[in-house]
Nanobody, 126 residues
Framework: QVQLVESGGGLVEPGGSLRLSCVAS????????MAWFRQSTEKEREIVTV????????WTASSVKGRFTISRDNAKNTVYLQMNNLKSEDTGVYYC???????????????????WGQGTQVTVSS
């Protein structure tokens, strides 16, 4: 079974940066689509960014494009979310998710991912 462990959240001032990490157990990490979702008291869980090396696809929500970047280190079974120029609206719980068979049209829905981390809190406030 795949286990995901997230870290890197915290409190940051507007305009600051954070890097989230998600470490996955097991082998075959490179075959999994990896995604970051976020959820706040104001919004339901939403897709932030997703990377599928198997399909050669990377997608990022317009609200964070140019500020957030997803990357992965397959040797370490780790996916990262680099967040720059953070805004108060970015506040929420961030989750990483993984799936080995999700198709492109299903990548944007949380219900289509089989494996989830526990979430890490990101708070952007002065």
């Amino acid at each position: 079974q795949v286990q995901l462990v997230e870290s890197g959240g915290g409190l940051v001032e507007p305009g600051g940066s954070l890097r989230l990490s998600c470490v996955a157990s097991g082998r075959g990490f490179g075959n999994y689509a990896m995604a970051w979702f976020r959820q706040s008291t104001e919004k339901e869980r939403e897709i932030v960014t997703v990377d599928s090396r198997r399909r050669g696809v990377t997608w990022t929500a317009s609200s964070v494009k140019g500020r957030f970047t997803i990357s992965r280190d397959n040797a370490k079974n780790t996916v990262y979310l680099q967040m720059n120029n953070l805004k108060s609206e970015d506040t929420g719980v961030y989750y990483c998710a993984a799936d080995s068979t999700v198709i492109y049209s299903a990548m944007f829905e949380a219900r289509n991912y089989d494996y989830w981390g526990q979430g890490t809190q990101v708070t952007v406030s002065s």
